[in-house]
């Protein structure tokens, strides 16, 4: 058990709706980061957050989008979804956020199935 | 351009055997790259590191190399064990600017364990 935890676990719904991932960090930690991992694209970065504000942007889509609330804990915001937005995602946190000493820890993941 | 990419996909290998996955990375600034372990249904979980200045790191059980001039690392794993039996991928940790990282992820080799 690395500490992160995810919610819901699994999650199904149709083209065009929202959905929002939660996400709350390990105890202490400050920085959060999104990766969706599907089988035609595997685990990519989408983007990283640290104590509530933005640090990084990757390969996020302009449907989604993410905030760190006061409380540290994140969601994940996916509208307008489409079949291909089908995949797992998963949280990650550390204690900072740069590189130096920074181990990510991964949560367990909520898999999305949009039909 | 970044990209990080394995060998192979799959790898079989009998209980207690040493096991060798291999990866190729293609920006020779890289400088910063971690070993994850996928189990089923679980978010990855960091195995070992290595920063550029070093050829080689050990761990219990594991041994990262990385080989700088052909960029290449590798991880062994000694005298496996089914708890071995997962996807490993290699990451390389990118630092964008200073206070913000991202991991980027090869494609995984799905290792079983015969027993």
């Known amino acids: 058990d690395s500490g992160v935890t995810q919610t819901p676990k699994h999650l199904i719904t149709a083209t065009g709706q929202r959905v929002t991932l939660r996400c709350s960090p390990r105890?202490?930690?400050?920085?959060v980061y999104w990766y969706q991992q599907s089988l035609d694209q595997g685990l990519q970065f989408l983007i990283q957050?640290?104590?509530?504000?933005?640090?990084a942007k990757g390969n996020i889509l302009e449907r989604f989008s993410a905030q760190q609330f006061p409380d540290l804990h994140s969601e994940l915001n996916l509208s307008s979804l489409e079949l291909g937005d089908s995949a797992l995602y998963f949280c990650a946190s550390s204690v900072g956020s740069g590189r130096a000493s920074n181990e990510q820890f991964f949560g367990p993941g909520t898999r999305l199935t949009v039909l | 351009g970044e990209s990080v990419g394995l060998h192979l996909p799959t790898l079989s290998v009998q209980e207690g055997d040493n096991s060798i996955i291999n990866c190729a990375y293609s920006?020779?600034?890289?400088?910063?790259f971690i070993w994850y372990k996928q189990e089923s249904g679980k978010g990855p979980q960091f195995i070992i590191d290595i920063r550029s200045n070093m050829d080689k790191r050990q761990g219990q059980r594991v041994t990262v190399l990385l080989n700088k001039t052909v960029k290449h690392l590798s991880l062994q794993i000694a005298a496996t064990q089914p708890g071995d039996s997962a996807v490993y991928f290699c990451?390389?940790?990118?630092?964008?600017?200073?206070?913000?990282?991202?991991?980027?992820f090869g494609q995984g080799t799905r290792l079983t364990i015969n027993p």
């Open positions: 957050y640290y104590n509530g504000e933005e640090r």
């Open positions: 105890s202490g930690d400050l920085s």
């Open positions: 990451a390389e940790n990118t630092e964008l600017i200073q206070g913000a990282q991202k991991l980027v």
């Open positions: 920006n020779s600034a890289s400088d910063y």
